[in-house]
């Protein structure tokens, strides 16, 4: 369906100023105790926003952003498609879950074709995240597909494993792939041989993002396809080698390694084979899939590029169809907000770092690629730091702020929405006085922010996607043990109003969530919203 042309909103008065809508990534409201990262900061900008009249803590994780259940823990992706849709969709972990008990992964095109790999002498690769983060997958899925692959009698199957140490602890590899290991030697009888292949962790092998550095997508390359990196016997005793030679090493940044035994390798990959990336979440799986789909491929020396049947759980850019065969559908998002502000003639800006820009863009306008309506929008990319987070905690928060108040002063946009990744990206590394750092940084940025917005006469839109700095530790049995994953915390939803044309007030929404905030955001700007949007969580004061 098209979007439509938003009604104006009765008895509004236009401002000069713009609305800028700030998301905090990773920025939640924990227990404000020592372990709260956002709480121990000092925020003082923050601290007078918490006491502003127009304040909401909103549910950012669980059904409220489409996933399984309220155990799950929130994430951008999932995040910032509410905060763009106005409304909740069923999202990765819960489409590929239904999926798999329908049965209906396994009637498609594309497991077909995985069924003439497997039973045409060709070896089934898996690759993907083994953990039950549920963030960008879940174990019980590739157990799934593994019993799958038994039931269809394909004699030989490889898994490479990514492995966390983000979304769940940061040393937990091994609960995963012990299992993992028992189950694939279960798996290797009648003939069959099934063991892992390769593996290392997410953030030095496979798993980049956005072209951020794709080095980290070549270390997963060579190990996967070519079979090059350290050997070890097993992936077991890969990770527990890592382990006694650094004390200090954890599971995201373990070097790549190897399955070997006499013969080499024992799984690279080659011409005839089926390869399934299994992650169902997008953002680092498009990299990956292009390397192994791009005929005139340039990002790196692929050494050789085997004749393969490529396909990933979800289709991780529908307009770039990357990858041109997937497992499960994704979820169709139509009628975002930028969509109907496109159709409204409302000019917007959207800006991040490159860690996030997909975020404020991609994901925000429901999966999408590219413009809606280029003569209307602008879209600004600053490039991240190559370094980890902890080391610059600042990252390109200053850089995003001059061009945010660049944009307020040069008033051509209605609607600008920003992202400050420092609390999630830096959260994930668990460092304490880095945490703290990342959250000072924000702060001082929305300073410099609201004080634009005030002389020029706009508002602000203060918000999160989901937690993870609002939590740097755990405690049990008197051992800290860093919190490194997202929180299932609720986040802020402030409106700092410098215009003072209208008057706004809150509105009774039962249980508020990120899905409220599109609504909001076209109250706000002087429109009526969708009436399929969830409700806003203000209203005009006649």
Known sequence: MTAQILKPLAGYTAFAGPVVAIIMDGVGIGAQDESD????????????????????????????????????????????????????????????NEALQSGRIFSGEAWRELQKCGKGGGTIHFIGLVSDGN??????????????????????????????????????????????????GRCSAAGRDYRIASGGGRMITTMDR?????????????????????HFTSASQAIRTFYAEDAEMTDQYMDAFVVADDGGPVGTIEDGDGVVFFNFRGDRAIEISRAFEEADFQEFDRVRMPKI?????????????????????????????????????????????????????????????????????????????????????????????????????????????????????????????????????????????????EKAGGLAVITADHGNADCMWTKKNGKITPMVSHTLNPVPFIIKDFSQANRY?????????????AATLCILLGFEPPKEYEPALVEMVK
């Not at 909103?58 to 952003?65: D, N």
């Not at 956005?210 to 350290?230: D, F, M, S």
């Not at 830096?426 to 880095?434: K, L, M």
Request: with cysteine; glycine share 8%.
């Open 210 to 230: 956005y072209n951020a550095n794709w080095a980290v997508v070549e270390n997963g390359w060579k190990a996967h396809v070519l079979g090059q990196g350290r």
């Open 505 to 517: 007030r809150l509105t009774e929404v039962e249980k508020p969530g990120l899905a409220n905030v």
């Open 37 to 96: 990262g956002v709480y121990i900061a000092n925020t003082p900008i923050l601290d007078k926003l918490f006491q502003e009249p127009l304040m909401v803590r909103l549910k950012a994780h669980g059904k409220a952003v489409g996933l399984p259940s309220d155990d799950d823990m929130g994430n951008s992706e999932v995040g910032h498609n509410a905060l763009g849709a106005g409304r909740v969709f069923a999202q990765g972990a819960q489409l590929v």
């Open 309 to 453: 049947f490529f396909a990933g759980m979800m289709q991780y850019d529908g307009d770039a169809l990357i990858p041109k065969n997937y497992l499960v559908e994704p979820p169709v998002i139509d009628n975002t907000l930028s969509q109907h502000l496109c159709a409204s003639q409302v000019a917007a800006y959207a800006i991040s770092e490159t860690q996030k820009f997909g975020h404020v863009t991609y994901f925000w306008n429901g999966n999408r690629s590219g413009y809606i309506d280029k003569k209307l929008e602008t879209y600004a990319e600053i490039l991240s730091d190559k370094v980890m987070f902890d080391q610059r905690p600042w990252m390109k928060a200053g850089e995003i702020t001059d061009k945010v108040i660049a944009a307020i002063e040069i008033g051509n946009h209605k609607f600008i929405r920003l992202n400050f990744p420092n609390g999630d990206m830096v959260g994930h590394t668990g460092v304490v006085q880095a945490v703290i750092i990342a959250v000072e940084t924000v702060d001082l940025c929305l300073s410099r922010i609201l004080h634009a917005l």
């Open 135 to 184: 963030v960008h997958s879940h174990i019980d899925q590739l157990n799934a597909l593994l019993d799958r692959c038994v039931a269809d009698g394909f004699p030989r199957v490889r898994v490479h494993t990514l492995l966390d140490g983000r979304d769940v602890d940061q040393k937990s590899a091994l609960r995963y792939i012990d299992p993992l290991e028992e189950k694939l």
